[in-house]
């Protein structure tokens, strides 16, 4: 099993709608969680760590539910500019400080 | 602050050459890793330090070499290049702990 899943899509939305995508991870004990965005021919840049409570900012929004080891993002009112790949990044199983990527999942937004 | 970067941005090798890819960052960071990229395959780690004088294995070490001499340079060596290389390299770094800024990337083509 891979320590970090992502369903791949593509996920196919018009502009405005609501998209959710979900990530689960092998470590019961990991304590480190990040969104990443990554678009087509560049290098992955942070788009929100994720914390315990759920976090938000702007249109999008993290939740972690530990007990059931996954982590969610949603993007509210999509933009065409929001078409990329999301990663799903938690810490190792050996080490706090080494953290897996998931393959990511990718949105297009369509006008 | 220039980030983290890498050099060079493309590269064409001939099976059994030698090189290497040089990775900077001016944050003061502890933590940095090189990542290699291959399609549908998401981000595999290579090597990665935590600080001067101390490397380890990641995921993918096999064919790599790296060293750190400084807080600052994290070069990547690639020991007898093979077309299983051809690949995107990104070098990452952070806070240990924290959430990594990566380099643009370096293509790689092995003939």
């Known amino acids: 099993r891979k320590e970090v899943e992502q369903d791949p899509g593509p996920f196919n939305v018009p502009e405005g709608a609501t998209v959710a995508f979900n990530c689960t991870y092998s470590?019961?004990?990991?304590?480190?969680f990040f969104w990443y965005r990554q678009d087509c021919r560049k290098e992955p840049k942070l788009l929100m760590s994720v914390y315990s409570s759920g976090n938000e900012d702007g249109r999008f929004t993290a939740q972690l539910n530990r007990a059931s080891q996954y982590i969610s993002l949603l993007i509210r009112d999509s933009k065409l500019s929001d078409s990329a790949t999301y990663l799903c990044v938690v810490n190792s199983m050996d080490s706090s400080y080494k953290l897996i990527f998931g393959s990511g999942t990718r949105l297009l937004v369509r006008p | 602050n220039a980030g983290v970067t890498q050099t060079p941005k493309f590269q064409v090798l001939k099976t059994g050459q030698s090189m290497t890819l040089q990775c900077a960052q001016d944050m003061n960071h502890e933590y940095m890793s090189w990542y290699r990229q291959d399609p549908g395959m998401g981000l595999r780690l290579i090597h990665y330090s935590v600080g001067a004088g101390i490397t380890d294995q990641g995921e993918v070490p096999n064919g790599y070499n790296v060293s750190r001499s400084t807080t600052e340079d994290f070069p990547l060596r690639l020991l007898s290049a093979a077309p299983s290389q051809t690949s995107v390299y990104f070098c990452?770094?952070?806070?240990?702990?924290?959430?990594?800024?990566f380099g643009p990337g370096t293509r790689l083509t092995v003939l």
């Open positions: 990452a770094s952070s806070y240990v702990g924290g959430w990594q800024f």
């Open positions: 470590n019961s004990a990991s304590q480190s």
